[in-house]
Each structure stands twice: as C-alpha cells, then as structure tokens.
C-alpha cells in the first residue's frame, strides 16, 4: 500500500467538512466533496494528495480524533480499510464504511444567474459570528444601505430584534434593493478570505481566495428579496 502524509490543509478541511456533515465518501482524484443531511449546503476542495482508492468515513470526528493521536501521521490506504502509523510500531487499523450507508453528493452544482457579488474578510465573517453568539442572534443577512454592502446578523422573527453590522464594502453601487438571509448556523466555513456571489433568493457561493475550496448555501427564500 502507497504511504500518504495529509497534510494540514487537508486535514482543516476534513475537519470543516465534519460540521456540515458527520460522514463523508472520498473518490479516487484530489476532489473531496460534501454535503448537508438537510442538502440546503455544500462544499468542494480541491486537496493537495491524490487518492488511488475510494473510502467512506462514517463518523469523521471521531475520525480525526484517531489521527490526533499521532503527531506525524502516515496513511496506507487498501481495498478496505487503512492503515495509521506514525512512523514507529503504534499502528490502527481504520475500517472504511460502505458507500451507500453515506450522505453524498449526487451531481455537482451548477451555479445560476449571479445577481450580487462581494468580498468578505476572515476579520469581517468572525466579528459576525462573535457577535452572533454573544447576542444570541440567529440569522445573517447581506444588504445594501447608502451604497454600502453591509453583512447584519440579527433576528429576523423579531421586528424589534438588536442587531449588529459590519460594512463588506463602503463603496458599493446596485440600482437594486436586495436583502439575502440565511441562518447563521448552517453557514460553516474554513477560516479565509471569500468571495461571495449571490444567486437571487436561491443560493449564495463562497468563493475561498486562499485555497481551492467552495461552499453553496440556500437562503432563506421566504425573507430574501431582490428587487421590489
């Protein structure tokens, strides 16, 4: 069996990819993809090893907490399971799952009309979430006032909600009114600079600037609006 060191890239974005789904199915290639249980989100990345074989991980956490027992893993990856060494005699032996007992994307996403797009630092995205957790606010909400982009998190079932805000860009033009909701919880991301296009009241697309990395979340298309 070929021996594979992970590296931290790839193991940040296992672990990411276990907040949006506990299991996950790698293809053979340098492609690992994920999805929700509730299929409102998704992600792709792109990693820097190439596996020869298929395998399914039922539980990812606790997964990633078999690696954590090694401080230099190495993977020898077989038909049916995988071996994890760290160079000395300590090995386990890591039973793949069956595919079909996964949740798995079935097709890839095909983006629509992009209507909306701008950037979001890790600065700007992690002040919203502080602020969404120690307010105890539960939807974020992207907008544009006085030709500002702003990001807002806030409670949208409650008119007289507190609310918190941040300017993405004091410098943005749109001749359309626009308001594009989501639940904060469900919008879990690998810290990063992003790109965000927005797909009216359908779906939003964060765009990693650092590595090869996407998500897809769905708004919540009762509240979003674009245009009158």
Do not use: C, H
């Amino acid at each position: 069996m070929k021996s594979v060191t992970l590296s931290k890239n790839t193991l940040s974005i296992f672990k990411n990819f276990s907040t949006l789904n506990s299991n996950l199915l790698v293809s053979p290639g340098n492609v690992i993809k994920t999805i929700t249980p509730s299929k409102t989100g998704m992600a792709v990345a792109t990693v820097e090893e190439n596996f020869d074989v298929e395998f399914g991980i039922w539980d990812l956490n606790k997964f990633l907490g078999v690696v954590s027992l090694f401080s230099s893993p190495n993977f020898e990856f077989g038909e049916k399971s995988m071996k994890i060494r760290n160079g000395g005699s300590s090995v386990v032996t890591y039973y793949y799952s069956e595919p079909k007992l996964l949740s798995v994307p079935t097709k890839d996403v095909v983006m629509p009309k992009v209507n909306v797009s701008a950037k979001m630092t890790e600065k700007q995205f992690s002040e919203l979430l502080k602020a969404a957790s120690v307010m105890q606010l539960p939807d974020l909400s992207f907008t544009s006032e006085d030709n500002t982009f702003i990001a807002k998190v806030l409670d949208l079932s409650d008119p007289t909600s507190n609310s918190y805000k941040v300017v993405i860009d004091d410098n943005y033009e749109s001749d359309v009114d626009f308001q594009f909701n989501f639940k904060i919880e469900n919008i879990k991301i690998l810290p990063g600079d992003y790109v965000i296009n927005f797909a009216k009241n359908i779906v939003a697309e964060f765009v990693n600037q650092n590595i090869k990395l996407k998500y897809w979340f769905a708004m919540e298309a009762n509240t979003s609006k674009y245009g009158s």
